[in-house]
Every structure is written in structure tokens, then in C-alpha cells.
């Protein structure tokens, strides 16, 4: 248990040996399950949970963090499982804890705890009084999931942000004046933006507007050191600010990047052969070819999510598009991916079930699939070359 505060106990959980979180994520430094008591003179509420699977230990740390007192309120910022795990261990110990959450929260929270509990419902604005303190919550959505919150403590100017300004790393001391490793919690913080929150910059700037008025002294996360003034408070805020703002694209060149697989170099021919026909119909575009085959794919998928249009060559193995491609668009952004014109091409051998397969990703994309598809069974030949310039023409003759 480490005091925070004169009010603030951490109870979370350190995990330095995680190495992914979530299936997809990288914990090169491990990571922590933030959590938080609040000693109010009338009442004590606890700020998120921790991880199911380290329900038992949690409950330790919590017992330590409370110093005997009863805890009265559960705020749950979010409910996905890193944080909302152990809420039933919880519930178990103490059954008249009231759950403190939005409406969506509260839905989602009844279906993974599958027992009841009687919550109490808040809106944004609303507050819950502690006696000597009180805390406010600000609504969140889509930081990151759609139930996120955010509660704020403004007799200690702390702000408790849920996954927003948090990271996956790990480091004994909680807050960021013990950080050992700057280098690399600096890399954990970004890349935690980048795959947490770089799909929903509308939403972080929508967030980080609600805080343009409280007197932000100390930020505790729910993941990674807390933040405070005069130490990491104030870049974290700057750097938020600056990934989330619109992007003015001083540039207008068309950005029309051909991404492909192929196992023995077919794809890869009609690839370029699309590509020329895209400059023709487009002299000015940047349209560079992407071998996805052992390629950095949170770069290529970078480049996906900042292309106007794009053409994938896909590749058919056991009757499926092969995982790179899979894996390319696991990193588009659903959110800002709708009506992004694409076209597919490549060559098969006996039956390419990869392009429907696909074309029905890219649909669910909602992106604007062109309804011409390029396909070769093995070896293009000339003509058929000369065939996929004109498909690359036809396409970006399409493009806006
Ligand atoms: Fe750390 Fe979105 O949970």
C-alpha cells in the first residue's frame, strides 16, 4: 500500500512480467492495474479494481489501503476486464458496496459479473460527496470503450482517468518521479496512445476539452505511473493535444499505397502493374508498393489508416486470406475508415476464397470497395498485365 495523498491510498497490482496484453499488445515493460481508496471524513470509495486473476492478492492490497475502514462506493470507470476482474471478489467481500457507474457501464457490468448488485447510475457532472471531499464524474465515451469515465477529486486536484494518459509499464514506485526508465516508459506511452487512442482522436479532444477548467494537479491512470504537476502531468497533456488535433494536411497529394502478399512474386507483378495504371490515372499520387511479408505491420497499418484510398493484393492459403493481410487490417481505424475507396487484385491458385474473404472485411470497414476485383489464376500473363494497368486506372480514374 503506498499513500498517495492525504486522502489517495494505492491498492493496484504490478505485472512486471506481462508481455501481451489484451492478445495484441506488446508489454515489452510489463504493466500495472491501477486502483485507488479515497478517505473522505463521511465515506470511502474505491476507484476500479484490478485483473480477475489477481482477485486474491488485490483484496490484500485493498484491506492494506483501507486501514480498517468500510468502504461504502466502488467507482468503476470502465469495465473492461483488466479493471472490472475482481469486482466480484469484491462484491463478495463486501455486499452492501454500492457500484457507482454510468448506464453503459452498469449493463455491461451485469452481464460479466452474473449476479446481481444494485448500482448507482451517474450522469455527466453528477457528484458524490465523501463529507470533507467529493467526487465529480465526466462521461468519456469512446476513451476508449463506450462506458468510459473519468472521476475527478477536486480537494486534491486529482483526476482519476481510467485508461486515458495511462501505459503499459511497470516500475515499483507508483508515481513519475520514480520512473528509472524514462526512454522507455516515454516509447510505453505513446505506443499506449497509438493502438489505445489514436482511433478516436475526436473523442480524446472531446475529453481533453472537459478538463480545460479543472485545476489538474495529480492524474492517476489505470495503467503506469500516476502523473503529477511539474513532473510528467504536463507533457502527457501537451502530447495528448498535439496526437489528437485534426490533422491540416499541408500536403494533398493523394496518398494510394499498394499493399500485397505473394508467396512466389505473382501478386507481387500485378501489384506493380496496378500501381502503374493508378499514376497514370493519377501522375501526382504517392503510391508506393508494400510487400507485407515480414513487414513492420504497425507502420504499414499507419500508412493504411493515413492513405485516401489504398489496393490490396491478396494471397489464398487453406481457403483464407493469409494472416498478414489479416493483420494489416486488424490495424485499420474503424473510425475514420468508412468510405475509404479500395480495390483488391492478385493471383490465385485453385479457388482464392481471399478476396471475398477480404472484401467482406473491408465491407464491414464500411470502406467503398470497388466492385471490380483483379484476379489471376497463377502466372499473369502479358495481356493480363496490361489487363491490371487498366484495373489500376479504372480505379483511381474512380478515386475522388
Ligand atoms: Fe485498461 Fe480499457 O482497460
Known sequence: MKQI??????????????????????TDFGTSYNAYVVKGSGATAIIDAAHYSFSGLFLEELREALGGRQPDYLVVNHTEPDHSGAIA???????????????????????MLSRDFSPRIVKDGDTLPLGDCGLRFLIAPFL????????????????FSCDVFGCH????????AN????????????????????????????????????????????HGPVLTRGCKLESALDAYQQWSAPVEKADTTPQVPVFYCSAYGNTARIGRAVREGILEARPGAACALHDLTGCNMPAMGALLNQSDAFALGCLTINRDAVPPL??????????????RPCALFGSYGWSGEAFANIAARLQMLKCNVFEEQFRVNFVPSGEELAQARAFGRRFAERLP
Open 179 to 222: 520512473v528509472t526508465y524514462e526512454r522507455d516508459y516515454q516509447a510505453a506511452f505513446r505506443y499506449y496512445y497509438d493502438c489505445i487512442f489514436g482511433p478516436f482522436r475526436p473523442f480524446v479532444q472531446k475529453g481533453l476539452q472537459k478538463l480545460e477548467s479543472l485545476d489538474l494537479q495529480r492524474i492517476c491512470p489505470s
Open 144 to 159: 476508449h470503450w463506450p462506458d468510459s469515465m473519468m472521476t475527478w477529486l477536486p480537494e486534491e486536484g486529482t483526476l
Open 326 to 339: 489479416w493483420a494489416l487490417l486488424s490495424h485499420a481505424d474503424a473510425v475514420n475508415m468508412p468510405k
Open 89 to 111: 471478489a469484491m462484491l463478495e467481500v463486501w455486499p452492501g458496496l454500492t457500484v457507482v457507474t454510468n448506464g453503459v457501464a452498469a449493463k455491461y457490468l451485469r452481464q
Open 5 to 26: 495523498s492525504e486522502r489517495i491510498f494505492y491498492c493496484g497490482i504490478l505485472n512486471p512480467n506481462l508481455r501481451v496484453f489484451d492478445v495484441v499488445m506488446r
Open 169 to 176: 509499464y511497470c516500475e515499483q514506485g507508483v508515481t513519475d
